[in-house]
Protein backbone atom coordinates (compact mmCIF):
# COMPACT_ATOMS: atom_id res chain seq x y z
CA UNK A 1 0.00 0.00 0.00
CA UNK A 2 1.47 3.43 -0.66
CA UNK A 3 1.96 6.41 0.88
CA UNK A 4 1.23 10.08 -0.76
CA UNK A 5 4.64 10.87 -3.13
CA UNK A 6 6.10 13.25 -1.09
CA UNK A 7 9.09 15.29 -2.42
CA UNK A 8 11.09 13.26 -0.71
CA UNK A 9 10.16 10.46 -3.46
CA UNK A 10 10.51 12.55 -6.05
CA UNK A 11 14.03 13.67 -5.30
CA UNK A 12 15.32 9.66 -4.78
CA UNK A 13 13.73 8.39 -7.36
CA UNK A 14 15.93 11.24 -9.42
CA UNK A 15 18.97 9.65 -7.65
CA UNK A 16 19.71 13.05 -6.65
CA UNK A 17 19.67 13.00 -3.24
CA UNK A 18 21.37 9.05 -2.63
CA UNK A 19 21.67 8.52 0.88
CA UNK A 20 21.17 12.07 2.38
CA UNK A 21 17.79 12.32 4.28
CA UNK A 22 15.38 14.75 4.69
CA UNK A 23 12.68 15.43 7.52
CA UNK A 24 9.67 14.64 5.47
CA UNK A 25 6.94 17.03 4.71
CA UNK A 26 4.56 15.68 3.75
CA UNK A 27 1.54 17.57 2.67
CA UNK A 28 -0.35 17.70 5.48
CA UNK A 29 -4.18 19.47 6.43
CA UNK A 30 -3.89 20.04 9.94
CA UNK A 31 -2.17 23.55 11.17
CA UNK A 32 -1.90 24.99 15.00
CA UNK A 33 -5.42 26.98 14.06
CA UNK A 34 -7.28 23.58 13.01
CA UNK A 35 -5.96 22.19 16.43
CA UNK A 36 -7.25 24.85 18.42
CA UNK A 37 -10.01 24.26 16.68
CA UNK A 38 -10.43 21.18 17.06
CA UNK A 39 -9.64 21.51 20.90
CA UNK A 40 -12.68 24.15 20.91
CA UNK A 41 -15.39 21.53 19.53
CA UNK A 42 -14.98 19.29 22.26
CA UNK A 43 -13.80 21.19 25.72
CA UNK A 44 -16.04 24.60 24.59
CA UNK A 45 -14.82 28.37 25.69
CA UNK A 46 -13.58 26.92 28.31
CA UNK A 47 -10.25 28.45 29.82
CA UNK A 48 -6.84 26.15 29.78
CA UNK A 49 -3.93 26.25 32.01
CA UNK A 50 -0.62 24.95 31.97
CA UNK A 51 -0.20 22.45 34.67
CA UNK A 52 -1.06 19.31 36.49
CA UNK A 53 -1.12 17.01 33.39
CA UNK A 54 2.25 15.41 32.85
CA UNK A 55 2.35 14.53 28.95
CA UNK A 56 5.43 11.71 28.50
CA UNK A 57 6.31 11.43 24.78
CA UNK A 58 10.18 10.78 23.72
CA UNK A 59 11.65 14.25 22.19
CA UNK A 60 13.38 12.09 19.79
CA UNK A 61 11.78 9.30 17.69
CA UNK A 62 12.99 6.15 15.75
CA UNK A 63 9.56 5.93 13.69
CA UNK A 64 6.58 8.36 13.73
CA UNK A 65 4.41 4.81 12.84
CA UNK A 66 4.36 4.09 16.66
CA UNK A 67 5.26 6.58 19.23
CA UNK A 68 4.78 5.59 22.88
CA UNK A 69 2.66 8.76 24.18
CA UNK A 70 1.54 8.42 28.52
CA UNK A 71 -0.29 11.58 30.35
CA UNK A 72 -0.79 11.50 34.15
CA UNK A 73 -2.70 14.01 35.85
CA UNK A 74 -2.27 15.09 39.15
CA UNK A 75 -4.88 14.37 41.53
CA UNK A 76 -6.43 12.58 44.18
CA UNK A 77 -9.66 10.37 42.36
CA UNK A 78 -11.67 11.05 45.04
CA UNK A 79 -15.53 11.34 44.53
CA UNK A 80 -15.13 15.13 45.23
CA UNK A 81 -12.01 15.59 43.20
CA UNK A 82 -10.94 13.61 39.98
CA UNK A 83 -10.29 13.37 36.30
CA UNK A 84 -13.12 13.31 34.14
CA UNK A 85 -11.47 12.81 30.61
CA UNK A 86 -8.36 13.29 28.61
CA UNK A 87 -8.01 14.98 25.40
CA UNK A 88 -4.97 14.35 22.87
CA UNK A 89 -4.58 16.56 20.03
CA UNK A 90 -1.54 17.38 17.56
CA UNK A 91 -0.50 19.93 15.35
CA UNK A 92 0.97 18.73 12.02
CA UNK A 93 -1.48 15.05 11.27
CA UNK A 94 -3.80 15.63 8.57
CA UNK A 95 -6.19 15.62 11.77
CA UNK A 96 -5.77 17.36 15.04
CA UNK A 97 -7.74 14.60 17.14
CA UNK A 98 -5.64 11.58 18.45
CA UNK A 99 -7.22 10.23 21.68
CA UNK A 100 -9.54 11.32 24.14
CA UNK A 101 -10.41 9.18 27.81
CA UNK A 102 -12.67 9.30 29.97
CA UNK A 103 -11.94 8.31 33.67
CA UNK A 104 -13.66 8.98 36.88
CA UNK A 105 -13.17 8.29 40.64
CA UNK A 106 -13.50 4.78 40.07
CA UNK A 107 -9.68 5.01 38.31
CA UNK A 108 -8.04 5.28 41.38
CA UNK A 109 -5.41 7.03 38.99
CA UNK A 110 -5.13 9.50 35.94
CA UNK A 111 -2.73 7.75 34.30
CA UNK A 112 -3.28 6.64 30.70
CA UNK A 113 -0.99 5.01 27.72
CA UNK A 114 -0.98 4.38 24.03
CA UNK A 115 0.82 4.16 20.96
CA UNK A 116 0.27 7.23 18.53
CA UNK A 117 0.85 8.13 14.60
CA UNK A 118 3.06 11.27 14.31
CA UNK A 119 3.21 12.24 10.65
CA UNK A 120 5.79 14.84 10.98
CA UNK A 121 7.72 16.90 13.54
CA UNK A 122 5.61 18.72 16.10
CA UNK A 123 4.15 20.13 19.44
CA UNK A 124 1.40 17.36 21.07
CA UNK A 125 -0.82 18.90 23.34
CA UNK A 126 -2.51 16.64 26.46
CA UNK A 127 -5.63 18.53 27.97
CA UNK A 128 -6.97 17.29 31.26
CA UNK A 129 -10.55 17.99 32.55
CA UNK A 130 -11.40 17.89 36.34
CA UNK A 131 -13.99 17.15 38.16
CA UNK A 132 -14.67 20.89 39.28
CA UNK A 133 -14.92 22.17 35.68
CA UNK A 134 -11.37 23.30 35.14
CA UNK A 135 -8.98 22.43 32.27
CA UNK A 136 -4.91 22.15 32.62
CA UNK A 137 -2.77 21.11 29.94
CA UNK A 138 0.61 19.99 29.11
CA UNK A 139 2.71 19.96 25.42
CA UNK A 140 5.44 18.41 24.57
CA UNK A 141 7.69 18.87 21.22
CA UNK A 142 8.92 15.91 19.19
CA UNK A 143 10.82 15.56 16.25
CA UNK A 144 10.42 12.21 14.04
CA UNK A 145 12.91 10.86 11.94
CA UNK A 146 13.56 8.21 9.51
CA UNK A 147 15.16 5.44 8.67
CA UNK A 148 17.36 5.36 5.93
CA UNK A 149 16.47 2.84 3.90
CA UNK A 150 13.14 3.67 2.18
CA UNK A 151 10.70 1.12 0.80
CA UNK A 152 8.32 0.89 -1.62
CA UNK A 153 5.23 -0.82 -1.90
CA UNK A 154 6.00 -4.38 -1.44
CA UNK B 1 -9.46 -12.02 12.51
CA UNK B 2 -8.73 -9.81 15.93
CA UNK B 3 -6.83 -10.90 18.19
CA UNK B 4 -6.77 -8.72 22.02
CA UNK B 5 -4.45 -9.37 24.33
CA UNK B 6 -5.39 -8.03 28.14
CA UNK B 7 -3.35 -7.92 31.23
CA UNK B 8 -5.53 -7.72 34.25
CA UNK B 9 -4.49 -8.97 37.43
CA UNK B 10 -5.88 -12.12 38.58
CA UNK B 11 -5.73 -11.21 42.03
CA UNK B 12 -6.13 -8.02 44.05
CA UNK B 13 -6.64 -6.35 47.42
CA UNK B 14 -9.62 -4.34 47.92
CA UNK B 15 -9.24 -0.60 47.02
CA UNK B 16 -5.48 -1.44 45.04
CA UNK B 17 -5.62 0.58 42.21
CA UNK B 18 -4.42 -2.37 39.32
CA UNK B 19 -2.92 -1.10 35.88
CA UNK B 20 -5.09 -2.64 33.11
CA UNK B 21 -2.98 -3.24 29.43
CA UNK B 22 -4.58 -4.41 26.39
CA UNK B 23 -3.17 -4.68 23.19
CA UNK B 24 -5.60 -5.56 19.74
CA UNK B 25 -4.99 -6.62 16.20
CA UNK B 26 -6.26 -3.83 14.14
CA UNK B 27 -4.75 -2.61 10.84
CA UNK B 28 -5.89 1.65 12.01
CA UNK B 29 -6.03 2.43 8.18
CA UNK B 30 -5.92 6.28 8.50
CA UNK B 31 -8.58 7.20 5.37
CA UNK B 32 -5.52 9.63 4.56
CA UNK B 33 -3.10 6.93 2.64
CA UNK B 34 -3.19 6.49 -1.19
CA UNK B 35 -2.91 3.48 -3.40
CA UNK B 36 -0.42 2.57 -6.18
CA UNK B 37 -3.47 4.09 -8.77
CA UNK B 38 -3.60 7.44 -6.54
CA UNK B 39 -6.96 6.11 -5.21
CA UNK B 40 -7.76 7.41 -0.99
CA UNK B 41 -7.62 3.67 0.89
CA UNK B 42 -10.71 4.12 2.66
CA UNK B 43 -10.69 4.38 6.61
CA UNK B 44 -10.62 1.77 8.76
CA UNK B 45 -10.13 2.31 12.17
CA UNK B 46 -11.51 1.33 15.88
CA UNK B 47 -13.38 4.08 16.63
CA UNK B 48 -13.95 3.30 20.40
CA UNK B 49 -13.00 1.09 23.04
CA UNK B 50 -15.57 0.66 26.31
CA UNK B 51 -14.32 -1.52 29.38
CA UNK B 52 -17.15 -2.22 32.26
CA UNK B 53 -16.38 -4.00 35.95
CA UNK B 54 -19.67 -5.95 36.50
CA UNK B 55 -21.52 -4.23 34.30
CA UNK B 56 -20.64 -0.46 35.85
CA UNK B 57 -18.54 1.54 32.66
CA UNK B 58 -14.81 1.96 34.05
CA UNK B 59 -13.29 3.36 31.31
CA UNK B 60 -14.45 4.74 27.71
CA UNK B 61 -11.81 5.95 24.92
CA UNK B 62 -12.57 7.75 21.55
CA UNK B 63 -9.57 6.35 19.06
CA UNK B 64 -8.92 8.36 16.31
CA UNK B 65 -6.52 7.79 13.13
CA UNK B 66 -3.60 9.35 15.07
CA UNK B 67 -3.51 5.81 16.77
CA UNK B 68 -0.91 3.66 15.91
CA UNK B 69 -1.84 0.33 13.87
CA UNK B 70 -2.54 -2.28 16.62
CA UNK B 71 -3.78 -0.62 19.22
CA UNK B 72 -2.09 -0.68 22.62
CA UNK B 73 -4.24 1.26 25.40
CA UNK B 74 -3.63 1.32 29.56
CA UNK B 75 -5.25 2.49 32.13
CA UNK B 76 -5.81 2.48 35.75
CA UNK B 77 -8.62 1.09 37.93
CA UNK B 78 -9.54 0.42 41.63
CA UNK B 79 -10.30 -3.33 42.99
CA UNK B 80 -13.50 -2.91 44.50
CA UNK B 81 -14.83 -6.66 44.13
CA UNK B 82 -14.66 -9.83 42.62
CA UNK B 83 -15.84 -10.41 38.97
CA UNK B 84 -15.48 -9.61 35.31
CA UNK B 85 -13.97 -6.81 33.31
CA UNK B 86 -15.41 -6.83 30.16
CA UNK B 87 -13.82 -5.19 27.28
CA UNK B 88 -15.44 -4.13 23.79
CA UNK B 89 -14.13 -2.43 21.14
CA UNK B 90 -16.11 -1.51 18.03
CA UNK B 91 -15.17 1.03 15.10
CA UNK B 92 -15.50 0.87 11.01
CA UNK B 93 -16.61 -1.47 9.11
CA UNK B 94 -19.12 -3.27 11.93
CA UNK B 95 -16.16 -4.28 13.67
CA UNK B 96 -16.80 -5.30 17.10
CA UNK B 97 -14.60 -7.63 19.46
CA UNK B 98 -15.46 -8.12 22.85
CA UNK B 99 -12.69 -10.01 25.87
CA UNK B 100 -13.26 -10.21 29.11
CA UNK B 101 -11.21 -11.33 32.46
CA UNK B 102 -11.68 -12.72 35.58
CA UNK B 103 -10.29 -10.92 39.23
CA UNK B 104 -10.62 -12.11 42.32
CA UNK B 105 -10.59 -9.30 45.18
CA UNK B 106 -9.96 -10.42 48.55
CA UNK C 1 45.54 -2.06 -20.16
CA UNK C 2 47.08 0.45 -19.33
CA UNK C 3 49.34 0.75 -16.05
CA UNK C 4 46.82 3.52 -14.24
CA UNK C 5 44.40 0.95 -15.36
CA UNK C 6 45.49 -1.36 -13.38
CA UNK C 7 46.43 0.34 -10.19
CA UNK C 8 42.75 1.65 -10.17
CA UNK C 9 41.90 -2.09 -11.26
CA UNK C 10 44.12 -3.03 -7.69
CA UNK C 11 42.35 -0.27 -5.85
CA UNK C 12 38.91 -1.25 -6.82
CA UNK C 13 39.87 -4.64 -5.76
CA UNK C 14 40.87 -3.59 -2.43
CA UNK C 15 38.05 -1.38 -1.55
CA UNK C 16 35.79 -4.15 -2.02
CA UNK C 17 38.16 -6.65 -0.67
CA UNK C 18 36.31 -9.45 1.57
CA UNK C 19 35.25 -8.18 4.61
CA UNK C 20 36.77 -10.10 7.57
CA UNK C 21 33.69 -11.91 9.88
CA UNK C 22 32.83 -10.36 13.17
CA UNK C 23 34.11 -11.63 15.93
CA UNK C 24 31.42 -13.49 18.39
CA UNK C 25 32.11 -11.01 21.56
CA UNK C 26 31.47 -8.22 19.35
CA UNK C 27 28.21 -9.48 17.43
CA UNK C 28 25.68 -6.89 18.46
CA UNK C 29 21.98 -7.40 17.65
CA UNK C 30 19.93 -4.45 16.50
CA UNK C 31 18.20 -4.29 19.47
CA UNK C 32 21.12 -2.21 21.21
CA UNK C 33 20.33 0.66 18.91
CA UNK C 34 16.53 0.83 19.67
CA UNK C 35 15.54 3.73 21.78
CA UNK C 36 14.36 2.55 25.58
CA UNK C 37 11.01 2.92 24.35
CA UNK C 38 11.16 0.40 21.58
CA UNK C 39 13.00 -1.71 23.29
CA UNK C 40 10.04 -2.17 26.22
CA UNK C 41 7.91 -2.73 23.44
CA UNK C 42 9.74 -5.36 22.69
CA UNK C 43 10.69 -7.31 26.14
CA UNK C 44 7.07 -7.24 26.71
CA UNK C 45 5.19 -10.11 25.42
CA UNK C 46 1.90 -8.03 26.44
CA UNK C 47 3.01 -5.08 24.88
CA UNK C 48 5.21 -6.32 21.49
CA UNK C 49 2.26 -5.99 18.41
CA UNK C 50 4.52 -9.52 17.38
CA UNK C 51 2.48 -11.36 20.16
CA UNK C 52 -1.01 -10.41 18.25
CA UNK C 53 0.78 -12.88 15.20
CA UNK C 54 2.31 -15.35 17.96
CA UNK C 55 -1.68 -15.92 19.31
CA UNK C 56 -3.03 -16.48 15.81
CA UNK C 57 0.06 -18.78 15.03
CA UNK C 58 -0.75 -20.67 18.11
CA UNK C 59 -4.40 -20.77 17.08
CA UNK C 60 -3.60 -21.74 13.48
CA UNK C 61 -1.21 -24.67 14.84
CA UNK C 62 -4.41 -26.32 16.48
CA UNK C 63 -6.65 -25.91 13.49
CA UNK C 64 -7.10 -28.71 10.98
CA UNK C 65 -6.33 -28.08 7.83
CA UNK C 66 -6.37 -28.62 3.37
CA UNK C 67 -7.22 -32.13 1.56
CA UNK C 68 -5.74 -33.94 4.41
CA UNK C 69 -7.39 -32.50 7.28
CA UNK C 70 -4.35 -32.59 9.64
CA UNK C 71 -2.75 -29.55 11.71
CA UNK C 72 0.18 -28.75 12.46
CA UNK C 73 -0.23 -30.92 15.97
CA UNK C 74 -1.20 -33.49 14.46
CA UNK C 75 2.31 -34.50 13.22
CA UNK C 76 4.53 -31.72 15.56
CA UNK C 77 2.65 -32.18 19.03
CA UNK C 78 3.22 -29.42 21.23
CA UNK C 79 5.20 -26.54 19.70
CA UNK C 80 6.79 -25.34 22.98
CA UNK C 81 8.39 -29.27 22.69
CA UNK C 82 9.01 -29.95 19.27
CA UNK C 83 9.74 -26.43 17.87
CA UNK C 84 12.16 -25.08 20.73
CA UNK C 85 15.71 -24.25 18.47
CA UNK C 86 13.99 -25.12 15.04
CA UNK C 87 14.37 -21.48 13.93
CA UNK C 88 17.19 -20.75 15.79
CA UNK C 89 19.09 -23.15 12.95
CA UNK C 90 17.23 -21.83 9.74
CA UNK C 91 17.53 -21.97 6.78
CA UNK C 92 18.09 -25.98 7.42
CA UNK C 93 19.42 -28.09 4.08
CA UNK C 94 16.70 -30.05 2.49
CA UNK C 95 17.74 -33.38 1.61
CA UNK C 96 15.36 -33.89 -0.92
CA UNK C 97 15.17 -30.48 -2.67
CA UNK C 98 19.66 -30.42 -2.01
CA UNK C 99 19.05 -27.13 -1.28
CA UNK C 100 18.29 -24.92 2.31
CA UNK C 101 14.55 -23.89 2.67
CA UNK C 102 14.19 -21.17 5.22
CA UNK C 103 11.41 -21.33 7.85
CA UNK C 104 8.13 -19.74 5.82
CA UNK C 105 9.37 -21.88 3.07
CA UNK C 106 9.58 -24.89 5.24
CA UNK C 107 5.95 -24.22 6.54
CA UNK C 108 4.74 -23.52 3.24
CA UNK C 109 6.22 -27.15 2.14
CA UNK C 110 4.49 -28.73 5.13
CA UNK C 111 1.17 -26.83 4.47
CA UNK C 112 1.08 -28.28 0.24
CA UNK C 113 2.83 -31.29 1.05
CA UNK C 114 1.69 -32.70 4.29
CA UNK C 115 -1.88 -30.47 4.68
CA UNK C 116 -2.32 -30.75 1.08
CA UNK C 117 -3.53 -26.93 1.01
CA UNK C 118 -2.99 -24.97 -1.44
CA UNK C 119 0.16 -22.75 -0.76
CA UNK C 120 0.43 -19.93 1.35
CA UNK C 121 1.39 -16.69 -0.69
CA UNK C 122 4.59 -14.58 0.32
CA UNK C 123 3.75 -12.30 3.44
CA UNK C 124 0.45 -13.79 4.04
CA UNK C 125 -0.72 -13.47 7.74
CA UNK C 126 -1.39 -17.01 8.48
CA UNK C 127 2.04 -17.80 7.23
CA UNK C 128 3.13 -15.25 8.72
CA UNK C 129 1.33 -15.85 12.57
CA UNK C 130 2.68 -19.64 12.06
CA UNK C 131 6.57 -18.70 11.44
CA UNK C 132 5.77 -16.14 14.78
CA UNK C 133 4.91 -18.79 16.41
CA UNK C 134 7.49 -21.52 15.97
CA UNK C 135 10.48 -18.61 16.08
CA UNK C 136 9.01 -17.44 19.38
CA UNK C 137 9.42 -21.32 20.66
CA UNK C 138 13.85 -20.16 20.25
CA UNK C 139 13.62 -17.28 22.01
CA UNK C 140 16.76 -16.84 24.12
CA UNK C 141 18.40 -19.86 22.18
CA UNK C 142 21.69 -18.94 20.25
CA UNK C 143 21.67 -19.27 16.63
CA UNK C 144 23.31 -22.34 15.05
CA UNK C 145 25.19 -22.77 11.98
CA UNK C 146 26.62 -26.10 11.34
CA UNK C 147 25.56 -28.45 8.45
CA UNK C 148 28.63 -28.60 6.53
CA UNK C 149 25.94 -29.10 3.59
CA UNK C 150 25.01 -25.29 3.98
CA UNK C 151 28.94 -24.74 2.99
CA UNK C 152 27.97 -23.56 -0.63
CA UNK C 153 24.84 -21.40 0.13
CA UNK C 154 27.07 -19.61 2.54
CA UNK C 155 29.70 -18.60 0.35
CA UNK C 156 27.09 -17.83 -2.29
CA UNK C 157 25.41 -15.47 0.33
CA UNK C 158 28.36 -14.27 1.51
CA UNK C 159 29.19 -13.28 -2.40
CA UNK C 160 25.45 -11.54 -2.78
CA UNK C 161 26.91 -9.95 0.57
CA UNK C 162 29.57 -8.59 -0.73
CA UNK C 163 28.52 -7.35 -4.38
CA UNK C 164 27.84 -3.71 -5.21
CA UNK C 165 24.72 -3.44 -6.31
CA UNK C 166 22.03 -0.80 -7.52
CA UNK C 167 22.71 3.02 -8.88
CA UNK C 168 24.28 3.65 -5.69
CA UNK C 169 26.38 1.08 -6.24
CA UNK C 170 26.97 -0.65 -2.58
CA UNK C 171 27.07 -3.92 -1.48
CA UNK C 172 25.60 -4.94 2.30
CA UNK C 173 29.27 -5.16 3.50
CA UNK C 174 30.23 -1.59 3.05
CA UNK C 175 27.74 -0.75 5.72
CA UNK C 176 27.14 -3.51 7.50
CA UNK C 177 30.74 -4.53 7.70
CA UNK C 178 32.81 -1.76 6.96
CA UNK C 179 30.74 0.92 9.01
CA UNK C 180 28.50 -0.64 11.42
CA UNK C 181 28.24 1.90 14.54
CA UNK C 182 28.27 4.62 12.60
CA UNK C 183 25.50 7.19 11.57
CA UNK C 184 23.84 7.38 8.24
CA UNK C 185 21.47 10.07 7.68
CA UNK C 186 21.25 10.37 11.70
CA UNK C 187 20.96 6.85 12.08
CA UNK C 188 23.02 4.33 13.39
CA UNK C 189 23.81 1.87 10.96
CA UNK C 190 23.64 -1.91 12.50
CA UNK C 191 25.47 -4.84 11.72
CA UNK C 192 22.39 -6.76 10.78
CA UNK C 193 21.98 -9.70 12.20
CA UNK C 194 18.52 -11.56 11.91
CA UNK C 195 17.94 -12.44 15.29
CA UNK C 196 14.26 -10.86 15.60
CA UNK C 197 12.56 -12.53 12.37
CA UNK C 198 9.83 -12.73 12.04
CA UNK C 199 9.81 -9.03 12.96
CA UNK C 200 7.61 -6.21 13.86
CA UNK C 201 8.87 -3.42 11.84
CA UNK C 202 7.68 -0.08 12.83
CA UNK C 203 7.69 1.35 9.17
CA UNK C 204 5.31 -1.28 8.29
CA UNK C 205 2.93 -1.40 10.92
CA UNK C 206 3.01 -4.51 10.75
CA UNK C 207 5.24 -8.23 10.93
CA UNK C 208 7.34 -9.03 8.49
CA UNK C 209 9.56 -11.75 7.37
CA UNK C 210 13.39 -11.76 6.50
CA UNK C 211 12.84 -12.24 2.99
CA UNK C 212 10.53 -9.20 3.08
CA UNK C 213 13.69 -6.92 4.78
CA UNK C 214 15.69 -8.02 2.16
CA UNK C 215 13.73 -6.85 -0.53
CA UNK C 216 13.58 -3.44 1.74
CA UNK C 217 16.99 -3.24 1.59
CA UNK C 218 18.00 -3.75 -1.82
CA UNK C 219 14.80 -1.23 -2.99
CA UNK C 220 16.98 1.03 -0.55
CA UNK C 221 20.21 0.84 -2.39
CA UNK C 222 18.18 1.20 -5.42
CA UNK C 223 18.88 -2.18 -7.00
CA UNK C 224 15.96 -4.07 -8.68
CA UNK C 225 15.13 -7.14 -5.89
CA UNK C 226 15.20 -10.39 -6.80
CA UNK C 227 11.58 -11.96 -7.19
CA UNK C 228 9.74 -13.34 -4.33
CA UNK C 229 11.31 -16.84 -3.28
CA UNK C 230 14.31 -16.27 -5.83
CA UNK C 231 16.96 -18.53 -3.77
CA UNK C 232 19.35 -15.16 -3.39
CA UNK C 233 17.57 -14.75 -0.53
CA UNK C 234 17.52 -18.15 0.66
CA UNK C 235 21.18 -17.95 0.32
CA UNK C 236 21.79 -14.83 1.74
CA UNK C 237 19.45 -15.97 4.55
CA UNK C 238 21.80 -18.89 5.07
CA UNK C 239 24.58 -16.64 5.06
CA UNK C 240 23.24 -14.06 8.15
CA UNK C 241 22.65 -16.64 10.33
CA UNK C 242 26.05 -18.08 9.87
CA UNK C 243 27.57 -14.82 10.40
CA UNK C 244 25.13 -14.26 13.59
CA UNK C 245 25.85 -17.62 15.13
CA UNK C 246 26.22 -17.57 18.99
CA UNK C 247 23.97 -14.39 19.57
CA UNK C 248 20.61 -15.08 20.83
CA UNK C 249 17.07 -15.24 18.76
CA UNK C 250 14.56 -12.37 19.98
CA UNK C 251 11.76 -13.24 18.12
CA UNK C 252 9.16 -11.41 17.31
CA UNK C 253 11.68 -8.51 17.39
CA UNK C 254 10.03 -5.17 17.18
CA UNK C 255 12.50 -2.38 14.74
CA UNK C 256 11.66 0.76 13.59
Not at chain 1, 104 to 110: E, K, S, V
Not at chain 3, 2 to 12: C, E, K, Q, S, Y
Request: proline fraction near 6%; charge should be neutral.
Amino acid sequence: MRRETTRRDLLLAAGGLGLATVVTVRPSEATPASMQEAIRKVIGEAQVTPGKVKLDIPPLVENGNTVACAVNVDSPMTAQSYVKAIHVFNEKNPQPNVISAWLGPRAGRASISTRIRLADTQKVIAIAELSDGTFWSDSADVIITLGACLEDPV
Amino acid sequence: MARALINVPAKAKRGDVIAIRTLISHIMETGFRHSTTGAVIPRDIITTMVVTYNDTEIFKAELHPAIAANPFVTFHTVATESGTIAFRWTGDNGFDVSEQAKITVE
Amino acid sequence: MTRLGAVLLVLAAAASAVAAEIPLAERRSSYDLLSPETKAMQDDDLSNPGSLWVLEGETAWERKTGEANKSCADCHGDAKETMKGVAARYPAFDAKRSTPVDLEGRINICHTEQQKAPAFPFENRELLALSAFVARQSRGLPIESNDARLKPFIDKGRALFEVREGQLNLSCSQCHDDNFGHKLAGIPMPQAHPTGYPVYRLEWQTLGSLQRRLRNCMIGMRAEPYAYGAPEYVALETFLMWRARGMKMESPGVRP
